[in-house]
């Protein structure tokens, strides 16, 4: 039986990209929440693939990438899933729960369709929620919507001063500041040095003390003005979503802005023929493409032009270049952005920024 991966992690979708066979499907199925409904498309996208795999590999390999499918759809767990995505090969098989919205294809080809799974390895970014309370302070470790609470480390962590009344003004402030202090140490000793955002969440003078703490202050930090000490996972989750959104938002601007400075430095790949050139010789440092974006197109010998066609389905054309270009980047230590449609409308929907 193959478990269903609810989290797309990086190190996963880099495994998927490196594997490469005749013959690797890749079912991407946008579920509409009804099983009665999205069963029978699922099904009916495993039979596009076995009528394709006829002419990709022998009858025998297609019987077992059909029995793996088949398998791959009889233990999806559709409900609450915004879409699944299957892969079966004749040496390999995986299924995510993705919770980004794409649509539904079949992708032959020799490498596994990966895209989807790289936007929602961006959306399920890691990161760190502080929630400051006044009595109670906690720390969960997020992954998307996915949240679970630390406990050790020294979290949760109870403000014994805060329960002492009738103090000073003066006495608040400087337990106020040996607070901070306690947050910023206990945080910094557990946080990986790798960048992730951190979100401090609680009443406005707790949070202004720990976010004002020197090290925490270097830090990708994000203040929200709500209190969660005795919050539900759900309540919590309610709050962290639209941070999460604008986190993303803002990592694609950034991206976009780059990609633009980039071309008028004389630095950056304009269209998918001039970043596919690039990225064969290894020039790409960042890719930035449109989420919709895809290039049918059957290679030349050289590998670095090719002839685009609409006709995925004929036996040698490439299903998808753009995804190839971002499997091709990624494994040359290259980054990729995914950014909505339209964002790069003037510069042919994709943009890469070259090394040199």
Do not use: K
Not at 100 to 111: A, C, E, L, N, Y
């Amino acid at each position: 039986m193959t478990t269903q991966h609810t989290c797309v992690d990086a190190s996963e979708v880099r495994r998927l990209q490196r594997l490469r066979s005749v013959g690797s499907v890749s079912v991407l199925l946008h579920c509409s929440g009804r099983w009665e409904s999205d069963r029978p498309t699922l099904d009916s996208c495993v039979r596009e693939a076995q009528r394709r795999l006829v002419d990709e590999v022998s009858p025998g390999d297609a019987d077992v990438i059909v029995q793996r499918l088949e398998s791959l759809c009889e233990n999806a767990d559709m409900p609450g899933s915004a879409s699944l995505a299957l892969f079966a090969s004749v040496e390999h098989q995986a299924i995510f729960a993705l919770d980004v919205q794409i649509p539904t294809r079949v992708v032959v080809d020799d490498t596994f369709a990966t895209r989807d799974l790289v936007l929602a390895s961006h959306r399920q970014a890691e990161y760190q929620l502080i929630t400051l309370g006044s009595r109670l302070t906690r720390r969960f470790e997020g992954r998307g919507r996915h949240l679970s609470e630390v406990h050790g480390g020294g979290f949760p962590l109870r403000d014994e001063a805060s329960e002492r009344e009738q103090r000073t003004d003066r006495a608040r402030s400087a337990d106020l500041e040996l607070y901070g202090r306690e947050v910023e140490r206990l945080v910094m000793s557990e946080l990986p040095d790798d960048g992730r955002p951190i979100i401090l969440a609680g009443t406005p003078r707790r949070v202004a003390a720990v976010g004002a703490r020197p090290r925490l202050a270097r830090q990708p930090v994000t203040r929200v003005d709500h209190n969660l000490e005795r919050a539900e996972m759900a309540e919590i989750r309610d709050v962290v979503s639209p941070i999460l959104d604008r986190l993303l938002a803002d990592r694609q601007d950034a991206a976009i802005s780059a990609a633009h400075a980039s071309v008028g430095q004389h630095r950056g790949a304009v269209g998918i023929l001039a970043a596919w050139e690039a990225a064969v010789s290894g020039r790409v440092q960042h890719l930035v493409v449109e989420r919709g974006y895809r290039v049918g197109a059957r290679m030349h010998p050289d590998g670095r032009t090719f002839t685009r066609t609409d006709d995925v389905t004929a036996p040698g054309v490439i299903d998808d270049l753009v995804d190839e270009l971002i499997e091709l980047t990624l494994a040359r230590s290259g980054g990729v952005t995914i950014v909505d449609d339209g964002a790069l409308s003037h510069a042919e929907r994709l943009a890469a920024i070259l090394r040199y």
